[in-house]
């Protein structure tokens, strides 16, 4: 396979990367030989390629442009794409090179991780004649909707961008795809309603290194903080969450218990958050924490307050590894099987948010998490099922 990720894929930092990660692993684990097409903003170090190289055997990486040229470039193919689609447009010489490098390689498919690397993912199946798998990782133009009407500030104008000529781009994406694999069976009932007959369900993958259930800790009471959130912390639904806890949900908690102590963790946090958590008395904030695992230990109740999106939370999942008590939104959990949203604490509204949050510190109760049937939904075993699949179709 040559996979096109719309974005480098390692180091797994946050949702988008574990699931394509976690794939690439699986598929290198069953004996595909993979060659990797993706963009990168920060040029990998040494060690981080050593450590794709040691699943991938070819790679191609492409850095975003931000030059004034480029930004021209970009400016003009508004007229014709989504706003993510336009800095991953590859033409001339580059792509020729691109070109050369796939028809020395010679995948039977081009597997797109992720629309936004559609346009390369099209050329390549056009020059190389080989079709295209596709893996959804949303309904991208609704979910690029909602996120257009959670945006704040100067971020409402790129999304309105992301939005522009996204739907039409997308469907045309998945027609002219040889299956489509989405990551939410609720997601694929949307898209079978309008007429697909080609996708099929790939749920996200799920690493068990160790037993769920040792991972709790007994004495929770030593716990550095009572709540923690670990997300990206620039996305306008993961924002647009984190603002609602901390002005609506966390004043409610502290109204009966005062001295509640609360952990925001993630990648890139946009101004509003780095203001808010500093104003916001008994809440710290950790940009960019090495360890998902140590954020996770250091607290008694994780919370998912996403209000929109759409897919899969990739973040839900990993906080079910934690084997911590769980609070999240209806949107956290959507797209979960009923079987798995069994371990959620789900609230719609401030007060039964804040309600299960005070339950869960003052009552102790640790949740058996049953971890086979965890690994039958998420294991790796379905990453062979989708071998096959591809494998009888070509």
């Given amino acids: 396979m040559t996979l096109v990720c719309h974005d480098i894929p390692y180091p797994a930092i946050h949702g988008g990367r574990i699931d394509m990660w976690r794939r690439i692993k699986a598929f290198s684990q069953i004996g595909v030989e993979l060659q990797l097409i993706c963009w990168f903003d920060r040029v990998p170090h040494y060690e981080e390629i050593a ?30 794409y989504p706003l993510e689609v336009t800095s991953r447009l590859v033409r001339g010489q580059n792509l020729n090179h691109l070109v050369s490098q796939v028809h020395a390689f ?20 056009q020059y190389c004649n080989i079709p295209i798998v596709t893996r959804c990782h949303n309904i991208e133009h609704l979910y690029y909707q909602r996120l257009f009407s959670s945006a704040i500030g100067t971020s409402k104008l790129k999304r309105y961008l992301s939005v522009s000529h996204l739907e039409q781009y997308e469907k ?27 996708g099929r369900y790939l749920p996200p993958l799920m690493e068990f290194n160790q037993n769920i259930n040792e991972n709790y800790q007994e004495n929770n009471q030593c716990s550095q903080y009572d709540i923690v959130f670990l997300g990206n912390l620039y996305s306008n639904n993961n924002v647009a969450g984190i603002i609602w806890f901390l002005t609506q949900v966390l004043p409610e908690i502290r109204s009966q218990l005062s001295n509640v102590k609360v952990l925001i963790a993630g990648a890139k946090p946009i101004n509003k958050i780095r203001q808010l958590c500093e104003h916001t008395d008994g809440v710290d904030l950790s940009i ?15 919370i998912n307050p996403v209000l929109t999106g759409s897919g899969v939370s990739i973040k839900s999942l990993e906080m079910l590894m934690a084997g911590l008590p769980i609070v999240s939104t209806p949107q956290g959990v959507a797209g979960l099987p009923l079987s798995v949203k069994q371990y959620f604490k ?10 299960a949050i005070v339950n869960l510190l003052c009552n102790f109760q640790k949740t058996r998490i049953e971890q086979t049937l965890l690994e039958s939904l998420f294991g790796t075993q379905v990453i062979q099922e989708v071998v096959s699949d591809i494998k009888s179709l070509i």
């Fill in 288 to 302: 960019n924490p090495s360890s998902s695992k140590q954020i996770y230990n250091s607290g008694r109740v994780l």
């Fill in 106 to 125: 010679k995948p039977h498919i081009v597997w797109l991780d992720g629309i936004h690397g559609g346009d390369v993912a099209s050329q390549l199946s």
């Fill in 51 to 80: 450590e794709i190289k040691k699943y991938v055997s070819s790679t191609y990486f492409i850095p975003f442009q931000y030059s004034l040229c480029a930004k021209t470039y970009r400016f003009f193919n508004l007229f014709r």
């Fill in 172 to 198: 045309s994406l998945l027609k002219n795809s040889l299956l489509f694999y989405d990551i939410s069976t609720e997601d694929l009932k949307f898209w079978k309603s309008h007429g697909f007959r080609n």
């Fill in 346 to 355: 789900i609230a719609s509204d401030k007060q039964s948010f804040a309600a």
